[in-house]
């Protein structure tokens, strides 16, 4: 017999009946927390293992890394990253490479462009010098530093070798020749996950080695945030915005300078 239906049949248990009416709900809704508990633990027992991967790199998300473009339209596209760098690109006459030949462009963002600029003016003040603007600074200037970024051929992050600041010995990276001659070392950082060395997410790293060629931990170093976007003529991997323009802090301000006297 329903419960309820007893209970309006019988109203001197009416007391003794709600108890168990109650009961019963409960019962009822405890058994429904469990059933649609387990698909939430399910999803995220599926989560985790495809994040505990080993061969995994740091890529920013993206489902699908080609775009229908060439570099150059990349980065006018993202202007919320790389509008002022589209502009140095103009400046520094580079807007046929980063259309035509293929390349890896290892992309400063705007941020770094407005920290250095910020460093000239800074400098121009204090010595009574009238601010710049990026137009005033020299094609040669723009071409000198942008092709530190610039490796020529396609290079996914896949391709690099492994490299440790710890352990410089066994994984050294490899240095690379880039644009106008300026050396870079490029490399996979294999990064520790709980404990255990090599095990998480793999870095690309890029460091400066002419800066101190006898201690590697010494030299300035950036870490790729976002890699193997893949531009029709190539691969764009983005660089963390802590990253100095140039790789030495001073450098850009020293040169720019020079430049501007």
Known sequence: ???????W???HKSASCSNRLLGTVKFKMHCMKKIFRWPLVITLLVLLTQACKKDYYVDGGKADPHYNGTIYDYLSEKKLYFDTIKQIVDLAGLKDMMTSDTITF????DEMIRVCMNDLNGDRYATMKDSVKISDIGAEVWRKFLGMYILKGKRT???FPRVSPD??????GINYIMLDGYILNIGLDYTSYNG?????????M???VTFDPTNFRNNPRVKVVSSDIQPKNGVVHALSI???FGFRRGEFTRIASDYLK
Do not use: K, Q
């Not at 352990?167 to 050294?172: D, H, M, R, T």
């Open 157 to 159: 992050a896949g391709t």
């Open 167 to 172: 352990n410089i010995n066994a994984f050294p």
């Open 106 to 109: 290892f992309a400063p963002t």
């Open 9 to 11: 049949r019988h109203p």
């Open 242 to 244: 802590n990253h100095s």
């Open 206 to 208: 890029v460091t400066d």
């Open 196 to 204: 255990v060395e090599g095990v998480g997410p793999r870095i690309l």
């Open 1 to 7: 017999m329903d419960m309820a239906y007893s209970c």
